[in-house]
């Protein structure tokens, strides 16, 4: 940006052109065009800044969701081995050897089988959850970058058709002058 605005002064010193509606014309026009860029620069860092901030979030929110599954986990074990804790205390005060096989030792090995499905279900969904999240993340960031990319693009494109309309308005002004003389 200095550097465009160096060359601009340097431009009207070498024309000495101080007073001439040409040279601010051009002066004008590169000024506009400069901040068209800047501006668009400005607002690719925003946008992207802004999305990385909400990816981070999201992160940290999909780490959030792990831990939660973990004590969830922790807490369904912990309420299996109660429960089977439980049966054993139940068939035992009946009288029954739960280490002799047959019913008591069905029921107890249905109970555990149940409870590992119900984990592995727990499991499977605090991880679909965190994935999903951590997608969101991601695409998050790719449409930061999209929309930086885009709003750079625009200041761009702005400065090229301010530098477009300025030569056109120089060449009438020329066009005048020498049709004038």
Not at 5 to 32: A, C, Q, T, W, Y
Not at 140 to 160: D, F, Y
Request: aromatic share 2%; no cysteine; glycine share 12%.
């Amino acid at each position: 940006m200095q550097e465009i605005f160096h060359e601009i002064r340097n431009f009207r010193k070498k024309r000495e052109l101080k007073g001439d509606p040409v040279s601010l014309m051009i002066i004008g026009g590169g000024i506009s065009a400069a901040t068209s860029i800047v501006g668009g620069i400005q607002q690719k860092q925003a946008i992207e800044a802004q999305a990385k901030s909400q990816a981070e979030y999201l992160e940290q929110t999909a780490e959030e969701q792990e831990e939660a599954t973990e004590l969830e986990l922790a807490e369904h074990d912990k309420n299996i081995r109660r429960l089977l804790g439980a049966q054993r205390a139940a068939f035992a005060g009946s009288g029954i050897d739960v280490s002799a096989g047959g019913t008591p030792s069905v029921v107890q090995e249905q109970s555990a089988m149940q409870g590992e499905v119900e984990r592995q279900i727990i499991e499977y969904g605090g991880a679909l959850e965190a994935n999903k999240t951590r997608t969101q993340a991601e695409l998050t960031r790719l449409q930061g970058k999209s929309r930086g990319t885009t709003a750079l693009t625009s200041g761009i494109g702005s400065a090229l058709s301010t530098a477009g309309s300025t030569l056109a308005s120089v060449g009438r002004t020329q066009n005048l002058r020498l049709t004038s003389k």
